[in-house]
């Protein structure tokens, strides 16, 4: 046909409700839009702390693309993205390539090590499905092989957690609460079992509320985690983070939550990068690129009022996509297009199943038990937004606390 063709990059938060959008806001007839993923399945990036600690299943956290998106609207391609030739309008997949007209890049984040030795490979991370299951399943190994050696090592049942920041606290709060059901499984003793947090900064959570940092530390404390802020790691060995001037932290299970970047996707691609993602236009497009946005953790949108990037986040992500499908629609028709302002609704971290912590309607504080339960409302927000109610009865988190 000759209709233009949309290709959207990455089945996260915005590129799949760039699809879905476009296909609620143009005709049949006046474009033909594609989505291209690495997997048949959408995941929930925000709940892979919860697939990481074994609170919930992995597929509780992922959702067959096709169960969203009508294959009859979209043409989908399960492949993986290597990268974007711009001078001929060409995407490289591993297994064949595509031209576009338009192209939403929203592949999201990659693990970042900052070159730490050892961390690469000796490390787990939190990165997507594969590796959250991963992660849980090396822990109930380290449980389940205790009782069975001779002289086993109580530091096998360490638990070492590398970056303090939102994702490292979530998931020691997912922690704590998983490991006397593991203790009880395999019988063992809680007391053998350690679970740690490092952090580089004097603090957890650096440059979040005082108040609210208080909070989660007390409450993670209370509960078994062991923090070690103003440590740093320098080093990752097999067993062990070396910190600071060469102490060594031993540890049977090591993930690594500190820090992430842009998909080397648009460094391969040649776009300009900050700090591993791009700069964009206020109207999401790359600079001195006509038909291509990029969305999401795969870039920074300025907030002009403060000079300095809007914050990363699933929020922001769905946002873009919203602006993005707008101005897709507006290029296609010769209409203007409109500059995106992000609506800052809050940040709430969860601290294990039935406690959480964080801000809500400029800067309201919440904790405890209310914030838990607004922690779900936005989860299951998301998942009424992508699915509706058919799909929120399937995968939404409707289980008592
Ligand atoms: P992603 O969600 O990362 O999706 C990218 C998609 O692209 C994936 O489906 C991936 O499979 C696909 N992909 C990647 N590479 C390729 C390739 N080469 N080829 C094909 N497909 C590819 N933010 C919040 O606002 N609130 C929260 O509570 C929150 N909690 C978080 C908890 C955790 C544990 C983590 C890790 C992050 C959390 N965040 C949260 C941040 C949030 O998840 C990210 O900002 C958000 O996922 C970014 O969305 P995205 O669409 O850019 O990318
Ligand atoms: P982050 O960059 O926010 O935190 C990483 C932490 O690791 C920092 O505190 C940093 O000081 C620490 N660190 C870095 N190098 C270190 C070293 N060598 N030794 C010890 N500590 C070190 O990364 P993140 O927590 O993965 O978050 C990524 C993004 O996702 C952020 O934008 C965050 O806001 C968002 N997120 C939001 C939520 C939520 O809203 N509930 C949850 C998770 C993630």
Redesign the pocket.
């Known amino acids: 046909t000759n209709k233009p063709k949309i290709v959207v990059?990455?089945?996260?938060?915005?590129?799949m409700m760039t699809t879905k959008r476009l296909t609620q806001q143009l005709g049949r007839e006046e474009a033909d839009i594609v989505l291209?993923?690495?997997?048949n399945y959408?995941?929930q990036?925000?709940w892979?702390?919860e697939v990481a600690a074994g609170t919930i299943n992995h597929n509780s956290a992922r959702v067959m693309i096709s169960d969203v998106i009508n294959p009859n609207r979209v043409r989908l391609i399960y492949?993986?993205?290597v990268k974007v030739n711009k001078e001929e309008q060409l995407v490289e997949l591993e297994n064949s390539e595509i031209s576009y007209d338009y192209l939403v890049i929203?592949?999201?984040?990659e693990t970042n090590t900052f070159g730490i030795k050892g961390m690469k490979n000796k490390a787990f991370a939190?990165q997507?499905i594969d590796s959250s299951r991963n992660i849980y399943d090396h822990i109930e190994y380290q449980f389940s092989k205790y009782n069975n050696e001779k002289n086993p090592d109580d530091g096998s049942l360490t638990i070492l957690v590398g970056g303090g920041g939102?994702?490292g606290i979530?998931?020691v709060g997912e922690l704590v609460e998983q490991v006397p059901k593991l203790c009880k499984k395999y019988d063992i003793d809680r007391n053998k079992v350690r679970i740690i947090n490092v952090e580089a900064a004097p603090s957890i959570l650096p440059g979040f509320n005082e108040e609210l940092i208080d909070y989660a530390r007390k409450s993670l404390e209370a509960r078994g985690v062991e923090f070690r802020e103003d440590t740093k790691i320098q080093e990752c060995k097999k067993n062990s983070f070396v910190v600071n001037d060469g102490e060594e932290i031993p540890a049977g299970t090591i993930v690594w939550t500190g820090g992430?970047t842009g998909?080397s996707?648009l460094g391969k691609s040649g776009f300009e990068l900050t700090k591993g993602k791009v700069t964009v236009d206020e109207d999401l497009r790359a600079p001195e690129e006509d038909n291509i946005f990029i969305?999401?953790?795969?870039a920074w949108v300025m907030n002009k009022e403060e000079d300095r990037p809007y914050p990363?986040?699933?929020?922001?992500?769905i946002q873009h996509a919203a602006t993005c499908a707008r101005n897709i629609k507006a290029l296609l028709r010769n209409e203007p297009l409109e500059s995106f302002i992000f609506d800052d609704k809050g940040?709430?971290?969860s601290l294990g199943v039935s406690d959480a912590m964080g801000t809500v309607f400029s800067d309201r504080k919440i904790y405890g038990k209310s914030a838990a339960t607004m922690k779900k409302v936005?989860d299951n927000r998301y998942v009424f937004m992508l699915g509706g109610p058919k799909l929120f009865l399937k995968k939404g988190k409707i289980r008592p606390f």
Not at 9 to 15: E, I, Q
Not at 36 to 39: G, L, R, V, Y
């Open positions: 990059l990455g089945a996260g938060y915005a590129g291209i993923n690495k997997h959408h995941y990036t925000t892979l702390h492949d993986e993205v929203s592949l999201g984040f939190i997507d939102f994702t979530e998931f992430v998909n996707i969305l999401g953790d795969c990363p986040n699933a929020q922001a992500a940040t709430v971290a936005i």
